[in-house]
């Protein structure tokens, strides 16, 4: 079931949880300030029964989820377009793989929403490997909607923090902030952090007394700087904050973020962000930020 629209659109996933719903909210409001048009979609499973000549109950099944799903994406449409009438929203319920299908919208997408819970047809997508995977081979940026609780939406006051590492994941990263910010009248903090040893051996520990600190804070002063470089000018409304400190990534962005509207990172990185969106520190943002996640990729599309 497809409605089609014009333009390459924010594409929110819809599972009916509250979750989800409060993310294809924020989804419509990105859509609507952004003059974009916004797809709502529910993936239905199919059962393994249905490719091994099972009867009866498997397809009975299957249909009672598409019927559940078009009743999710109805209602949240529903609610989108009360709120925001002016707003092209379409429908699309697939029959397949969760994340293959959100991987396979995300082609054409300028923005992949989603929830930071699941139930139904979207549940556990940002459960350990698929959110993973989803940063790693979808071909937009990809937004966790955190923040909001079951009565409440995601904070939509506060400045908008950027991890900048001078990446080319980073520069997108930091693209994509300095238009969220400007697109939401909200200061843009910019956040660069380092590590000076991450070896525990009697070297490294001898080898610290020997730094020059002040060149190294003016280096990575310069680095976060460079990361800067030619967006200011673009957006002269967006007032910047920058923050240069000694500390590991995770620690700084999520303190960073917690009056913050929208946290935006780079989907891999070097330096203090080596391994971003992989392992640990992926797990630690994707589940504890306390606003907005926004992951940028390398290259954003057009």
Not at 50 to 68: D, H, K, P
Not at 150 to 155: E, G, I, N
Not at 173 to 180: N, P, S
Request: proline letters at 5%; one cysteine or more; aromatic letters at 6%.
């Amino acid at each position: 079931m497809t409605e089609t629209v014009l333009g390459a659109p924010i594409v929110a996933g819809v599972d009916g949880s509250d979750s989800a719903t409060q993310a294809a909210l924020w989804a419509a409001a990105e859509a609507a300030h952004r003059r974009l048009p916004l797809v709502l979609v529910h993936a239905v499973p199919v059962p393994a029964s249905t490719y091994t000549g099972g009867f009866g109950l498997a397809i009975g099944y299957l249909e009672a989820l598409e019927t559940q799903g078009r009743g999710y994406l109805a209602r949240d449409k529903a609610r989108i377009t009360q709120e925001h009438p002016e707003l092209a929203v379409a429908t699309t319920l697939i029959s397949a793989d969760v994340l293959t299908t959100l991987v396979e919208q995300s082609r054409d997408a300028r923005l992949l929403v989603l929830g930071s819970r699941g139930l139904g047809g979207v549940s556990g997508v940002l459960i350990g490997s698929t959110a993973v995977g989803l940063v790693a081979h979808g071909h937009c940026p990809v937004a966790v909607i955190r923040g909001g609780t079951d009565d409440r939406p995601p904070p939509t006051t506060g400045p908008v923090v950027v991890g900048v590492d001078g990446t080319r994941a980073s520069a997108a990263a930091v693209e994509l902030a300095f238009e969220a910010a400007s697109m939401r009248g909200a200061e843009l903090v910019a956040v660069h952090t380092w590590t000076e040893f991450f070896s525990d051996t009697a070297y490294a520990y001898a080898r610290q007394f020997e730094m020059d600190w002040d060149a190294v804070e003016q280096h990575e002063n310069e680095l976060l700087s460079e990361g800067l470089a030619g967006w200011q000018q673009k957006y002269p409304d967006v007032p910047v904050r920058r923050i240069v400190i000694r500390d590991r990534p995770v620690r700084q962005l999520l303190e960073q973020a917690e009056h913050a509207q929208l946290l935006v990172v780079g989907s891999r990185g070097h330096g203090g962000f080596t391994g971003m969106l992989l392992g640990s520190t992926s797990q630690a943002l994707i589940y504890h930020a306390p606003c907005p996640l926004l992951v940028a990729r390398s290259e954003q599309p057009r």
